[in-house]
């Protein structure tokens, strides 16, 4: 591959996926020792560890879950993030919260900090949502799995984030009481969660 079809490669790859992993572009044909090389040049910025964009790609809150999808392709970002994403906490947690099976893989990453929580059968797999973040495909459990998700780890989180996440989904999107009753179900935290959504006016 010549140097101009090697840059010209990597800008139409970036350009499809938003954000890739060394490993991707190695895939491709393009390797490690090449993108320190266009790094230097300016043609790449490395946004994160092992990770790369184009110069001037606009960050925006929602870009560290993309770049936490690409370092963790299985997890589904879920709890704190999730709220975020769904705009149902006034909480910005400074790391990305991400859902992964028991016995997955885990990522090790210094940027963006990844909080992990194992999850398990319908609970990982029900209410998973792709949205697109930059060229980038992120998981992200739905608003009502969140919500239920967010009572049944309150031990984490605390039970204030989650009757607070309980209230602004009643309030913003009346109606999902059907959605919300199944993923408490999923969750087992139905008997949980119904003292606090009684007291919802």
Same mark, same amino acid.
């Given at each position: 591959?010549?140097?101009?079809?090697?840059?010209?490669?990597?800008?139409?790859?970036?350009?499809?996926?938003?954000?890739? %992993?060394?490993?991707?572009?190695?895939?491709? !044909?393009? =390797?490690?020792? @090449?993108?320190?090389?266009?790094? &230097?040049? $300016?043609?790449?910025?490395?946004?994160?560890?092992?990770?790369?964009?184009?110069?001037?790609?606009?960050?925006?809150?929602?870009?560290?879950?993309?770049?936490?999808?690409?370092?963790?392709?299985?997890?589904?970002?879920?709890?704190?993030?999730?709220?975020?994403?769904?705009?149902?906490?006034?909480?910005?947690?400074?790391?990305?919260?991400?859902?992964?099976?028991?016995?997955?893989?885990?990522?090790?990453?210094?940027?963006? %900090?990844?909080?992990?929580?194992?999850?398990? !059968?319908? =609970?990982?797999? @029900?209410?998973?949502?792709?949205? &697109?973040? $930059?060229?980038?495909?992120?998981?992200?459990?739905?608003?009502?799995?969140?919500?239920?998700?967010?009572?049944?780890?309150?031990?984490?989180?605390?039970?204030?984030?989650?009757?607070?996440?309980?209230?602004?989904?009643?309030?913003?999107?009346?109606?999902?009481?059907?959605?919300?009753?199944?993923?408490?179900?999923?969750?087992?935290?139905?008997?949980?969660?119904?003292?606090?959504?009684?007291?919802?006016?």
């Amino acid at each position: 591959m010549t140097p101009s079809s090697s840059i010209d490669r990597v800008r139409l790859l970036l350009q499809e996926a938003g954000i890739l %992993r060394s490993s991707e572009f190695e895939r491709h !044909g393009i =390797s490690r020792t @090449e993108l320190r090389r266009l790094c &230097e040049r $300016g043609v790449i910025e490395r946004t994160a560890r092992g990770l790369y964009a184009l110069p001037g790609v606009v960050l925006t809150e929602r870009h560290s879950l993309a770049e936490a999808c690409r370092r963790a392709p299985g997890g589904v970002i879920c709890l704190l993030s999730a709220l975020r994403f769904h705009e149902l906490t006034t909480q910005n947690p400074f790391e990305v919260w991400m859902a992964i099976e028991s016995r997955a893989w885990r990522p090790k990453s210094a940027s963006p %900090r990844l909080r992990l929580v194992h999850f398990s !059968g319908p =609970s990982f797999r @029900e209410g998973v949502e792709e949205h &697109e973040v $930059g060229g980038v495909m992120v998981r992200v459990y739905s608003a009502a799995k969140t919500v239920a998700d967010c009572f049944k780890f309150r031990n984490k989180i605390g039970v204030d984030v989650a009757v607070e996440a309980l209230k602004d989904y009643s309030r913003r999107r009346r109606g999902g009481g059907d959605e919300l009753a199944r993923f408490a179900r999923i969750c087992r935290v139905s008997r949980v969660m119904q003292p606090y959504l009684d007291a919802i006016p």
